[in-house]
């Protein structure tokens, strides 16, 4: 069964069971002034390795600013995860990403960069879910960043339709300025191995406006 990460920053502290493969795919439209200012295709590749690994490439294959377009800094991450109990777990994500989008064109950072993220999930009552994200990111680049969010969301898992919010911030760092805003988003479980998702993102703090839509398939066992 498909189990989306996005469309939030945020993520859970599940993954992919093992030797399956699952693909997250989003599109969304951003700009301060005006939406028409950029476009973003990003994707995610996940590979569960273990009840308690998951190992996923992820970054934007294409990126359209105002000085042109190509593909964003790629990465990679890790995502070590366990059970505190039948309704709560933890994970810690190590990632780093290469510096595979020109600079000069606002499309990747110039240098590799770090981050460690740190994650709890919860089931609350009447089909509640909580995911809280902490730590350091962009490290390598002078001043460290700091991404902090809260996500919640009622009716995933098995249902058809879903609901997600989010308030998220990223400090300003050595990496880019301060980004911060919150999230809305429906959710659509087409099939037990597909979830659509589409929703906006209002910023804050002069930060980017957005909309966006994406699709999460889970590809089948690969060993």
């Known amino acids: ?20 493969v699952e693909l997250e795919q989003g599109v969304s439209a951003t700009g301060i002034s005006g939406l028409s200012q950029g476009t973003i295709w990003s994707i995610a590749l996940k590979l569960g390795i273990s009840p308690s690994l998951q190992a996923e490439f992820f970054g934007p294959a294409y990126e359209r600013t105002s000085a042109g377009g190509g593909v964003g800094d790629l990465g990679l991450a890790l995502k070590f995860r366990t059970d505190l109990s ?3 777990a933890v994970a810690l994500i190590p990632g780093v990403t290469a510096p595979t989008g020109r600079r000069a064109l606002g499309l990747g950072a110039g240098r590799a960069l770090g981050s460690l993220t740190a994650v709890y999930s919860v089931d609350l009552p009447a089909s509640v879910h909580l995911d809280l994200n902490a730590g350091p ?3 390598g680049a002078g001043a460290t960043q700091w991404f902090f969010s809260v ?3 009622w009716g995933g898992g098995g249902s058809v339709l879903g609901v997600t919010g989010e308030c998220f911030d990223y400090t300003p760092g050595g990496a ?3 980004l911060s805003g919150v999230l809305g988003a429906v959710t659509v479980r087409v099939a037990p191995w597909a979830v659509i998702d589409a929703g906006g993102q209002l910023g804050t703090a002069n930060s980017p406006n957005a909309v966006f839509v994406g699709l999460t398939t889970n590809l089948g066992r690969v060993f």
């Open 1 to 20: 069964m498909a189990n989306p990460e996005r469309p939030t920053y945020a993520t859970h502290a599940y993954a992919v069971a093992p030797g399956y």
């Open 176 to 178: 880019g300025s301060r």
């Open 151 to 153: 996500s919640g969301s």
């Open 86 to 88: 039948e309704k709560s």
């Open 137 to 139: 990111t962009g490290v």
